[in-house]
């Protein structure tokens, strides 16, 4: 039996401005059902510091998007890890597909976000995922392999208990063709498969695995009743509050 956590967590992107933000917490407070699973939360860089007031009697946590690698310096335009911490942010998405298509974010630079994210006592979300035509090559597993040697197998066991995963096959994302229940899950215990041959199996059945990829309420029930799936990372089914609250109750 594992302890892992259930997690479902929102990844508003680029959407919501303050107001829609706002209203987006009244009725969701006021509709939130009871629930084991954690919810997490991630507006915009601007919306961070009203979400956290917003939601700071009730469990839900308010997490970034992204932070810069750098502790601090001339990055115009970029956010540190104690910037964030200093808002009560103490969670951040890292490697997002769309990061790394758009802006240039390597397995290099992803690996230096963690490090500096472990240095400031930050908690993340790592993103990996693979391409349509990975895919179609058959070669999606070795590239996941890959995001996740490069990415995170430098960081110590105890450092994995600050870590989820979130697999996200590009292909999903945001274009309403989910990954079926069952390659979900074969992805999801490859994965785990990975960390325990890299670590050991208590490393591996302790971390949460979450998948992110069009989840919907009409199929989250299906992906969560799958073993190795412990919960979503939600995109466009989490700005509309309704189906955010019926995704959580799938779970
Ligand atoms: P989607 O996005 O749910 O809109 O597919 C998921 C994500 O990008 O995290």
Sequence with gaps: MTTRKKIIAANWKMYKDLTESNDFFTFFIENIQDTNAEILIAPSFTNLWHAFEATRDYPIEIIGQNMHEAEEGAYTGEVSAQMLKSIGIKRVILGHSERREYFGETNMILSDKVRTAMANEMKIIFCIGEKQEDRKDENHFKLVES???????????????????????????????????????????FI???????????????????????????????????????GALVGGASLEVESFIDIISAL
């Design 147 to 189: 995001q996740l040697r490069n990415g995170l197998f430098h960081l110590s066991e105890k450092q994995w208990e600050s870590v989820v995963i979130a697999y996200e096959p590009v292909w999903a994302i945001g274009t309403g063709e989910t990954a079926s229940p069952e390659q979900a899950q074969e992805m999801h215990q």
């Design 192 to 230: 785990r498969k990975t960390i325990a041959g890299k670590y050991n199996n208590e490393v591996a059945d302790g971390v949460s695995i979450l998948y992110g990829g069009s989840v919907k309420p009409t199929n989250a029930k299906d992906l969560f009743a799958q073993a190795d799936i412990d």
